[in-house]
Structures are given as structure tokens and as C-alpha cells.
């Protein structure tokens, strides 16, 4: 029996976002009146509202009353011509919102789209403690996702709604289930028997390894090799059903080293492994980030060498041109029985007429196909993808032999290695690793121990606030290669950070990683980093050890004892630390790799106690905190995260404060961002500004020429002295073949003398570094005694080869 209650948001209930601070009047609650439709059952007539502008034209009239066969929901005789089939539709979005099913038919009518695979969706935002609002795009903050089993039941509420000839226009697909847990098809198997009212056609969409959405989603990683999905992919097997799944072909990371396509591997063995299942990988396995060099070859000898393997054009696909328009074109002719076309837009199809312009640019790309491929990919194909067939009469038994516990897993043909021969080519890494370093990492002559001997070349002497001693393996090339580069590009002295993170080899991943991006492993924190800082220091020369300032901050912002660990480092080396730092708070991608779901934010409870710390010691306190969400759909000019750095440095007032990137990460700052610095100097006179990272390119250069735009130079102007510079440069600043790493991260703020006065500039690239870090500072050098003296250097100083993706202990350097 259909509820006549449906959940928040859905139709008869719709309401408006509104933001729960906003003044605007509350939108009039709909009205309830609706015609209806009927479904007949072996007994009853059952009666059912639904939205008349998408069913009313089309409304078949009900079979006679005590009709013993039942039509199932989805396959009843439909009224309207075939036209596209959406081989993706997206009934309900993240938040489990939705216009409801009939505004879908409505925007389905005026596209073209006359049948449609509906899904739910398989995971909901949470709403956390953290957040003012409920964010809009799941991207645009750090909540998690957790899987929500209720979807396949909006769903089929929402198809109860309508008219059978109507309902007979969808496909409708189970998805609610959680992919890793190998007893969720007793819950699949359940719906299906407490619902004979339906046939379900496929299981999908199912989110497997998809950039910030897995980050974000609570649980192991979602992958084809896993055992749960492997009982997923059997079942599959023996209901003739086909699989839809969401799977990059490779990972977000922009490292030298990752660019093979990681993840197709685990794929092509399912698609193997159970060759008689339909799986249709959604936009190809395209993703907005990502190295995409060579994608086309792979992904033809992919369709060529599977033939279960079927994949979506959507017109997302078609605006990265990740592939080409030319290159999907021969893909579709070359490929006519395996490519379909559908629709991304979740839940809410009106807005921006997100829908509408979906299918205005996938029809003008099969516009130029050839009259029969268009009619396969428009319709076809998805037809047969989705049609009902006949369970298979054999028994079902599970493959126990994919759920033993190895030490070494098959799923990804993957061994304890940290580079797989199967994903790249060593031999040409090698040779690019061994090339002569371009011009941009050529050294400079003219400082020695970080004195200015002359200035032929080095134009500008400076400070780096920012760099990082480790990476994020915990690795680091070492002090003395440190030294070298800062000499080779004019960095007189350096804020010395450790790395607060470090990032975890999970066993789905096919090899290690080396960057916190490199696959969806997580990270925890490390704190032995900050003795790894410590002894590092101690073991240089007092020449050297002026150079540098070392900061700590490797611990859990979250865990109110936290400050435990940081008195204790004091205890231990009393006047060594020039204060804390990086403190890691909200960060882009990092934040939802973090092993614990609670978000770390610059007002956390739990950072009180350092913030007090910090002011008891006369110490600088680092963070990073972004000042708005991440990828927001529109420069709206509202900094969501600001109000918690306002609040730090209202009831902190003498707090130093270092804002770490200017509150910037990637994809994560407005076009008014140099307003909001001013502003946030101006009130609070204890604010230093740290410029390293990507705000100098994203947010401060104009792209056309690299140097400040105008609005940034008055700012240096208005404000000299609360501004330094920094490289964020991470554990490797001379690479195998003898160039400057460092170089490039530091003379690109060069720039900033052709938009501002010698004297703003100096200040920015020197002297407020002098002041905030190495002013007035008692370095306690070896002929202190004690603790001070010396030691002997206790760790490897590694070097990586970028290309080949390995590390080597170059000379058995100890630093």
C-alpha cells in the first residue's frame, strides 16, 4: 500500500531551501489537491495522487477491477513514442531531496527522453555540528556520507505516484545497500520479495572509487576487486541483472609519477571474472581531475577486449574534454552496441534548467553520429541494457574462495610493492628523471650559507614561512639538500615544519602512494614528526641551526588533550620551538581523508587550550583553515568559514595567529577574496598572513602576466607589514638530476617588486618574516651543553625519482 506521507522535499510535501538565517518569507505550503491515478493488484484497486503536468495527458485508464495478474511497476505498455532513453537518471540527490518524479516526467517530455533508468541514491550528506547550512553540492564542505537504505523506498514511492503506462516509462534500479558489506544482498533479497509490485532491472548506481565522494563516505573503499562486491557481482549473475557503477579510471593526483589509469585494473578483472554480467561504467570512468594523457587507446581496448563492458556519454563528459568531441564520435561508431547516453543532474531538475541543458548538449554531439549509431546510443542500447530478463535456473552459490583472508589480494593482481610494473613504464620514468632540469630549476649563484655574496642573479633575498622538512610518507631528502636549495635560490632562512599527517598504504590500493591525493587511502596523524623536526635540528652545525625556525604541530586538533603532547615537546626542548604549526584544520581533499569523521576547525574546543598555550609562551600559532566551502557553484562573495577565525581571534585577541594560504585552498577562495584580507588585517592586529601554496597562482596573479593583480598590490601597500611568503615545498627540494625544486616556489614572488614600492617588497619577502619568527630569539646553540650539543644526524636522507615514483637513499646521507 502506498503511504500517503512522503518525505521532506518530495511532491506533495516540496518546500524551498531557505537558509535558516535568511529574513525571506516561508513559501506557501503547497496544495494538496492531485488527481490520480490507479494500479490494480490481485484484489484491490489501489489509488495513488500524482503531479498532473507530467501525467495527466498520458493517463491510461485502469484495467477492469478484479484483474488477477498484476502488472509490475515499470513494465506496463507505454503511450508515448520512443525517443531517448537516459540510461542514468537521478531521482533523488545527496541530501535524499528531490522535485519529485513527476517535474522529472515533466523535463523528460520537453527534452526528447522518452524512457528513463531511475535510481535513488545510495548515500546521504550529513548535516554535522560543523556546518551553519546544509550544504547544497555534496563537494562544498567536509561532511561526511553515509549509506541510507530508505532510497530504493522513495523511489518506489515515488513511482506508486503514477499511472502504470506512466510508471511503464521508467527502469527502476536498487542501489540502497552498501557495497563493502557482504551481507547486504539479504537486505537486496528482501526488498525484492517484500516488493513483487516491482521488477527491479539492475543494481545501481552504485559509487565505487569516485575522488571526494569516496573520501567523504564513511566505511572501506568502495572498489570492483572488493569480496562484497564480488557476492554483488554473482548475484548479479544469477538475476540476469546488470550492474551500473560510478568508477574513476584513475586517481585526482597531478604527480609526474601517477599517470597510468590505476584503477581500470580492478575493473577489467571483475569484467572478466563475470563475464556474463552487464556492467555500464558511467561517464567512461571521466573525471574533472585527473591526467587523461593517452585515455582514449585505453579505453577503446578496454570496450574491445570486454564486450559485458558498456559505457555512458554524458554531457559532462562532453564539456572536459577529457576525450575529445572527435575522439567519443569514433568511439560510438567504432563501438555502436556498448555506448548510451544519460543525465548526471541529482534530484533537483529545474534548477539553472541543469536538465535541459544536459540533453542540448548531448543531442548536438549525436547529432553528427551516423543514423544507425545514433539510434543505438539514443535508445538501443539501454533499451536491451535494461530490459527484464529471466533469472538463471541454476542454484546459487556464493565463490567462498573470494572472501579468504590473504595477506596478498588477487583482485588487483597486486603485491607488497610500492610501484606496479603493470601500471607504468620505468624505463621511459627513468629516462625523464634522468633529463637536464629545465631552466626554471637551474640554481643560482650568489649566496653561500645564506649570505648574499652578490646579486647577479639573485634579486631578491628572502625568508620561506613555509616549508616542510617532510612529506607526507614521513620522508625527507634531507637538511643538507634543504641548505643547498635555499642557497640556490636566495632563501636567507626558513620556518621549519614537519608534516602533522602522514597517509596510510591501504590494501585496496594497487600501489603505494606518495601525496595525500594519490588514491583514497586515508591519512592519521604522526606525531613523531615533531621529533623527527627536533632531532634534524639538533644534528646541524649553529650556523645552521640560525637558519632555521622549527615549529610542532603534530598532533589531533580534535582531541582536547592534545596539548598534552605539545607541553611535552616544550618540556623537552624549552626554547627550540618558535611555535606551532601547520595545524591542520579544514583543508580541500586532505579534511575528508582524515581517518576520524569529526571535522577539524579553527574554533574547536579542543584548540582552546593551545591557543592558551601559545599566548602563555609569546608563540606563533600556524593553521590552516579555509575561509568558504570548496567548488562552490557560485562566486557568491559569502566566506562560510570566516566566523570561526573572526571567533578565534575575537576571544584570543593576543593570539599570533599565522593564517596559513590566506584561508585559500584549492578551488576554494571568491573573486573578492583580497577584500575580505583587508578587512580581517585591519580588525585584527595580531593577524599574519601567510602567502604560500596556490593562493599566489589561483588567487593573487593575474594568469595572463604572473604578477599581483591591482587590487592585491594596494593591499600589500595598505598593509607592509602583516604579509610573508612562503613555498609549502614538501620533503624533496633537489631532485635526482640536479635541479632546484625550490627555485620555482620562491622566485615566483619576484613578481610582486613590478606592482609594488622596494621598500613593500622587501617587507613582504623579508623582513616581516624577520620580525614574526627569528626576532629576539635566544638559539640555543651547541655551547649551551646539555641537551643542546650536537648530535650525530639519525635519518636517511632520501631522494625520489618524481617520474619513477620511488625513493632512494642517495649516498647513504644521513641528516
Excluded at 568508477?247 to 577489467?268: D, G, Q, V, W
Excluded at 610493492?417 to 621511459?428: M, V
Excluded at 625556525?549 to 588533550?561: C, E, K, Q, R
Amino acid at each position: 500500500v502506498c503511504s500517503s506521507k512522503l518525505p521532506r522535499f518530495f511532491p506533495g510535501e516540496m518546500a524551498s531551501k531557505v537558509h535558516p538565517e535568511s529574513s525571506a518569507a516561508a513559501p506557501p505550503a503547497p496544495k494538496k489537491a492531485q488527481k490520480k491515478g490507479s494500479r490494480i493488484t490481485c484484489c484491490l484497486t489501489e489509488s495513488y495522487g500524482y503531479p498532473a503536468a507530467a501525467a495527466a495527458s498520458a493517463a491510461a485508464a485502469a484495467p477492469a477491477k478484479g484483474t488477477a495478474a498484476v502488472v509490475p511497476i515499470g513494465t506496463a505498455p507505454v503511450q508515448v513514442q520512443d525517443g531517448i532513453y537516459d540510461c542514468h537518471a537521478h531521482l533523488i540527490d545527496f541530501s535524499q531531496e528531490t522535485e519529485g518524479i513527476g517535474q522529472l516526467l515533466k523535463e523528460m517530455d520537453e527534452c526528447g527522453v522518452s524512457h528513463a533508468a531511475i535510481f535513488g541514491c545510495p548515500l546521504k550528506k550529513n548535516w554535522s555540528e560543523f556546518e551553519k547550512r546544509i550544504s547544497e553540492d555534496v563537494y562544498n564542505d567536509t561532511d561526511i556520507l553515509y549509506y541510507f537504505s530508505l532510497t530504493d523506498l522513495y523511489l518506489l514511492n515515488q513511482l506508486k505516484i503514477l499511472p502504470p503506462n506512466q510508471a511503464g516509462r521508467f527502469a527502476p534500479c536498487l542501489c540502497g545497500f552498501k557495497p563493502t558489506d557482504r551481507a547486504a544482498l539479504k537486505q537486496v533479497a528482501n526488498l525484492m520479495d517484500s516488493h513483487p509490485e516491482v521488477i527491479w532491472r539492475g543494481f545501481g548506481k552504485i559509487y565505487g572509487r569516485f575522488s571526494e565522494i569516496t573520501n567523504m563516505t564513511t566505511g572501506p573503499v568502495v572498489h570492483p576487486a572488493h569480496p562484497a562486491f564480488y557476492m554483488m557481482m554473482a548475484d548479479a549473475s544469477q538475476r540476469n541483472m546488470p550492474v551500473i557503477l560510478q568508477h574513476n579510471a584513475c586517481s585526482e593526483s597531478s604527480k609526474p609519477y601517477k599517470t597510468a589509469f590505476e584503477y581500470i585494473c580492478e575493473l577489467e578483472d571483475t569484467l572478466q571474472k563475470y563475464a556474463d554480467v552487464k556492467v555500464l561504467w558511467a561517464d567512461c570512468g571521466i573525471y574533472v581531475r585527473g591526467q587523461w594523457g593517452g585515455f582514449k587507446d585505453e579505453l577503446f581496448r578496454m570496450l574491445s577486449e570486454n564486450p559485458n563492458l558498456n559505457v555512458s556519454v554524458t554531457a559532462e563528459v562532453l564539456n572536459l574534454q577529457k576525450l575529445t568531441t572527435k575522439e567519443l564520435t569514433e568511439m560510438a561508431e567504432q563501438f555502436p552496441n556498448q555506448v548510451m547516453v544519460g543525465s548526471k543532474t541529482m534530484g533537483l531538475f529545474t534548477k539553472a534548467e541543469m536538465y535541459k541543458k544536459e540533453w542540448e548538449t548531448i543531442k548536438k554531439w549525436t547529432g553528427n553520429l551516423s543514423k544507425d549509431t545514433a539510434k543505438k546510443v539514443l535508445f538501443s542500447n539501454a533499451k536491451e541494457f535494461y530490459s527484464v530478463k529471466e533469472a538463471k535456473k541454476t542454484t546459487f552459490k556464493n565463490d567462498q574462495s573470494s572472501f579468504e583472508n590473504k595477506l596478498m589480494h588477487s583482485g588487483t593482481n597486486a603485491i607488497i610493492r610500492t610501484k606496479s610494473d603493470k601500471l607504468h613504464d620505468q624505463a621511459a620514468a627513468a629516462k625523464k628523471d634522468a633529463m637536464e632540469p629545465p631552466e626554471k630549476n637551474r640554481f643560482l649563484d650568489g649566496m653561500k650559507d645564506g649570505i648574499l655574496i652578490h646579486d647577479s642573479e639573485i634579486k631578491h633575498v628572502t625568508i620561506d614561512i613555509h616549508l616542510h622538512m617532510l612529506d607526507f610518507l614521513q620522508k625527507s631528502a634531507g637538511t643538507r639538500k634543504i641548505l643547498a636549495a635555499m642557497d640556490g635560490c636566495g632563501v636567507e632562512k626558513a620556518v621549519m615544519i614537519g608534516m602533522p599527517c602522514c597517509k596510510k598504504w591501504s590494501m585496496s590500493e594497487p600501489e603505494q602512494p606518495l601525496y595525500y591525493q594519490d588514491d583514497n587511502g586515508q591519512c592519521y596523524f604522526y606525531s613523531y614528526a615533531d621529533q623527527m623536526v627536533a632531532d634534524a635540528w639538533l644534528a646541524l652545525p649553529d650556523v645552521s641551526r640560525k637558519r632555521f625556525a622549527p615549529v610542532m604541530g603534530s598532533f589531533n586538533p580534535t582531541d582536547i588533550a592534545a596539548v598534552d603532547h605539545v607541553e611535552r615537546m616544550w618540556t623537552k626542548y624549552p626554547g627550540l620551538w618558535r611555535g606551532l604549526g601547520e595545524v591542520m584544520c579544514r583543508h580541500d581533499d586532505l579534511t575528508s581523508l582524515l581517518m576520524e569523521d569529526e571535522t577539524p576547525v579553527i574554533n574547536h574546543m579542543a584548540l582552546r587550550p593551545i591557543y592558551e598555550w601559545c599566548i602563555e609562551k609569546d608563540l606563533n600559532c600556524m593553521v590552516h583553515q579555509n575561509a568558504d566551502r570548496t567548488a562552490e557553484a557560485e562566486d557568491d562573495g559569502d566566506y562560510e568559514y570566516l566566523w570561526e577565525v573572526q571567533q578565534v581571534l575575537e576571544a584570543f585577541p593576543d593570539l599570533k595567529l599565522i593564517w596559513c594560504h590566506a584561508g585559500v585552498s584549492r578551488r576554494t577562495f571568491e573573486e573578492n577574496h583580497h577584500e575580505m584580507i583587508d578587512k580581517m588585517v585591519s580588525d585584527y592586529p595580531n593577524l599574519h598572513v601567510d602567502m604560500s601554496w596556490v593562493v599566489w597562482e589561483e588567487c593573487v596573479c593575474d594568469p595572463a602576466t604572473a604578477k599581483p593583480k591591482k587590487g592585491w598590490a594596494e593591499l600589500f601597500e595598505k598593509h607592509p607589514t602583516r604579509f610573508s611568503i612562503g613555498s609549502d615545498q614538501v620533503g624533496q627540494f633537489i631532485n635526482p638530476a640536479g635541479g632546484n625544486l625550490l627555485k620555482p616556489e620562491i622566485v615566483k614572488y619576484w613578481t610582486i617588486a613590478d606592482v609594488c614600492s622596494a621598500e613593500t617588497t622587501k617587507a613582504v619577502l623579508h623582513d616581516n618574516a624577520q620580525r614574526v619568527w627569528f626576532e629576539g630569539w635566544d638559539v640555543p646553540t651547541s655551547d649551551k651543553g646539555g641537551r643542546w650539543v650536537k648530535s650525530e644526524p639519525l635519518m636517511k636522507g632520501e631522494l625520489l625519482y618524481h617520474h619513477q615514483g620511488y625513493f632512494e637513499w642517495a649516498g647513504q646521507e644521513m641528516y
